[in-house]
């Protein structure tokens, strides 16, 4: 019973920190990773952390976007969450999970 409380205690307190709609938002987006990694049979880790959840993501996309770069690699892309979001006339990215 204690651990069912500190668990709700912990999502009261993601919730008051970034808001009820951004943690519906990190909420769905892991499903929907949950649900593709299920379909393409890769490791279902990818999908703990997506984008919403990691304001840093955010921030990286930023800075590579400011440089305005012709091409960008990415080395470890997972489900290339930040090469989608990069500006770049060509992305490359690698990952050692063949199925992301």
């Known amino acids: ?3 069912l409380t500190n668990k709700i205690k912990r999502k009261c307190v993601a919730i008051f920190r970034i808001g009820l709609l951004s943690y519906c938002r990190i ?3 892991r499903i929907w990773f ?3 990694a299920w379909y393409f049979k890769f490791d279902p880790w ?3 952390a997506p984008f919403s959840s990691r304001p840093y993501k955010k921030t990286v996309v930023n800075l590579a976007n400011d440089l305005s770069p ?3 690699v990415e080395i470890g892309s997972g489900l290339g969450e930040l ?3 990069i500006k770049a006339r060509k992305r490359y990215g690698y990952d050692i999970d063949l199925g992301v």
């Open 70 to 72: 012709d091409s960008v």
């Open 34 to 36: 949950r649900i593709i």
């Open 27 to 29: 909420f769905l987006d």
């Open 83 to 85: 090469l989608f979001r």
């Open 46 to 48: 990818h999908s703990s």
């Open 1 to 3: 019973m204690e651990q």
